[in-house]
C-alpha cells in the first residue's frame, strides 16, 4: 500500500528567503504526485501535480517540485516566500492503476516570519 | 462555475447526538470524497461516492456513514457522537472517471462536540 511522509510538521522561514517543504512517498508501483495548499479557514487546493514526463514541475504562486524516482522524493520549492504563503501544504499520492484512490501527507504548516 | 459548497460551516453538538452535513459537488463532478482533519491525525479518508455507490471506504468505524444522491449532492452522518469527533470534516469532487486527478476542496465543516 502507498503512503506518504512529510518530514517537517512546521517549517518556520523569513519572508523573501527560499524554502523546501518535503515529502518522500512509499509505493510498489508508478505513482502520480500533488502538493495541495489550505490556507486558514479554507479547503485545500492543489499548487501543482508530477503525472509523467518531465520531472520538475511549476504550480501556481511561483512553487515548483522535483519527482526524484529514486529517491522516492517529491519535495516543494520556493525561490522566495511571501506572508501571503502563510499556510499548510499536503504533499498526495495515488497509484497510476487506482488514480481514484489518493493518500495525503500529514502536512507541513509554513510560518513567514516578518 | 461554482465551486464545491458545505453546509453548515460551522456546528456545535452534544455528545451522544448525531449529525448530518452537506456537499454539493461542483456541476458535472460524480464523485464526491469526504475527509476528517484534525490537528493529530491530518486529513483521514473516509469514504468515496460514485454514482450514487461508496467506492472507496477508510478506516472508520461504522458511526460514520454516507449516501449520495442522483444529483451528485452527497450528505454524511455521525451517530452517537464523541468528543474525539470534533474536526473539520471536508469534501472534495471530481469528475469521477479513471484520470481524472485533481480533488476540489469545499472549505469544509467545522464540527464541535462538547
Known amino acids: 500500500a502507498q503512503s506518504v511522509t512529510q518530514l517537517d510538521s512546521q517549517v518556520p522561514v523569513f519572508e523573501e528567503a527560499p524554502v523546501e517543504l518535503r515529502c518522500n512517498y512509499s509505493s510498489s508501483v508508478s505513482v502520480y504526485l500533488f502538493w495541495y495548499v489550505q490556507y486558514p479557514n479554507q479547503g485545500l487546493q492543489l499548487l501543482l501535480k508530477y503525472l509523467s514526463g518531465s520531472t520538475l514541475v511549476k504550480g501556481i504562486n511561483g512553487f515548483e517540485a522535483e519527482f526524484n524516482k529514486s529517491q522516492t522524493s517529491f519535495h516543494l520549492r520556493k525561490p522566495s516566500v511571501h506572508i501571503s504563503d502563510t499556510a499548510e501544504y499536503f504533499c498526495a499520492v495515488s497509484e497510476t492503476n487506482r488514480d481514484d484512490k489518493i493518500i495525503f501527507g500529514k502536512g507541513t504548516r509554513l510560518h513567514i516570519l516578518p | 462555475k461554482a465551486g464545491v459548497t458545505q453546509t453548515p460551516r460551522y456546528l456545535i453538538k452534544t455528545r451522544g447526538q448525531q449529525v448530518t452535513l452537506s456537499c454539493s459537488p461542483i456541476s458535472g463532478h460524480r464523485s464526491v470524497s469526504w475527509y476528517q482533519q484534525t490537528p493529530g491525525q491530518g486529513l483521514q479518508f473516509l469514504f468515496e461516492?460514485?454514482?450514487?455507490?461508496?467506492?472507496n471506504k477508510g478506516n472508520f468505524p461504522g458511526r460514520f456513514s454516507g449516501r449520495q444522491f442522483s444529483n451528485s449532492r452527497s450528505e454524511m452522518n455521525v451517530s452517537t457522537l464523541e468528543l474525539g469527533d470534533s474536526a473539520l470534516y471536508l469534501c472534495a469532487s471530481t469528475t469521477g472517471g479513471f484520470g481524472t486527478y485533481e480533488q476540489y476542496f469545499g472549505p469544509g465543516t467545522r464540527l464541535t462536540v462538547t
Open positions: 461516492y460514485f454514482s450514487e455507490t461508496q467506492r
